[in-house]
């Protein structure tokens, strides 16, 4: 069965840190591109870092460049984000898929996608 699971949400201080996890089963990681998606409340889900399915990358947008830290490990078939710095505005669902988007998504048959893990960025 393909499946994406995402984990390590929760709720943090402004400042503070948190390490998401998207451990894929099923499939092998290495053969996709792989991202992290946020939808913030009333906002439409967007990309913000990832991996291309050729290997390049990670690719980062500007709200969590510097910030934010995208790496794989092949061999466990997963991968991480390390999010630093954590601001008010990385509050949402935060979610793993197979796709290597920076900015808005458009909606596309045939990638597999996380069930979310929420992240709360609040004082």
């Known amino acids: 069965q393909v499946q994406l699971v995402e984990s390590g949400g929760g709720l943090v201080q402004p400042g503070g840190s948190l390490r998401l996890s998207c451990a894929a089963s099923?499939?092998?990681?290495?053969?996709?591109?792989i991202g992290w998606f946020r939808q913030a409340p009333g906002k439409e889900r967007e990309g913000f870092s990832c991996?291309?399915?050729?290997?390049?990358?990670?690719y980062y947008a500007d709200s969590v460049k510097g910030r934010f830290t995208l790496s794989r490990d092949n061999v466990k078939n997963m991968v991480y984000l390390q999010m630093t710095s954590l601001k008010l505005e990385d509050t949402g669902i935060y979610y793993c898929?197979?796709?290597?988007?920076?900015?808005?998504?458009?909606?596309?048959?045939?990638?597999?996608w996380g069930q979310g893990t929420q992240v709360t960025v609040s004082s």
């Open positions: 991996f291309s399915s050729s290997g390049g990358g990670p």
């Open positions: 099923g499939f092998t990681l290495d053969d996709f591109a």
């Open positions: 898929a197979t796709r290597c988007v920076v900015g808005p998504i458009t909606p596309r048959r045939n990638d597999y």
